[in-house]
């Protein structure tokens, strides 16, 4: 399939490329935030055993709450290089969503994100981000209409 072959062409040129890089690990430190933080968790770590030591690693503390953040970052910058205008995605609870959104509107790239309409109910705080953001939400009748 021609768009996958685009695809891996631009992913390989982009990973050997020092330069693509370097905004990443820029745009990674500057705008989501990491490294994030190691969290000690003492009374979690008694628990488990009294000679291990726990730690959470805080995620939550990245630009848009999650993880979700990092890939976007990573396919935003990618689909950028590749000249392309648009990027869709699909979320369940809305956290891939608003990653996407928040990238887009970083990019300047047009974001479609699609989603269960009973999802679209249960997360209405996540649809109201990416809406903010920019983005086009799409409701998905079909199917469980769920992630």
């Known amino acids: 399939m021609a768009a996958l072959s685009e695809l891996e062409a631009a992913y390989l040129d ?7 890089q370097l905004e990443l690990q820029a745009q990674l430190s500057t705008f989501v935030g990491r490294p994030t933080a190691l969290h000690y968790v003492p ?17 939550d503390l990245a630009h848009t709450g999650a993880h979700k953040i990092n890939n976007a970052l ?13 990027i869709i995605a699909e979320t369940g609870a809305g956290q891939h ?3 996407t959104a928040t990238v887009c509107a970083m ?17 209405s705080l996540n649809v109201f981000r990416m809406k ?5 939400v799409r409701s998905v009748g079909s199917g469980s209409r769920t992630l």
């Open 43 to 59: 009374r979690f770590s008694q628990m488990v055993a009294p000679n291990i030591k726990v730690y959470l690693k805080r995620e």
């Open 132 to 136: 903010l953001l920019g983005a086009e």
């Open 74 to 86: 990573g396919q935003g910058l990618l689909a950028k290089r590749m000249g392309k205008k648009r």
């Open 14 to 20: 982009a990973s050997n490329d020092p330069g693509f």
């Open 107 to 123: 990019l300047g790239l047009e974001c479609i994100v699609y989603m269960g309409e009973i999802d679209i109910q249960r997360q």
């Open 97 to 99: 969503g608003v990653a």
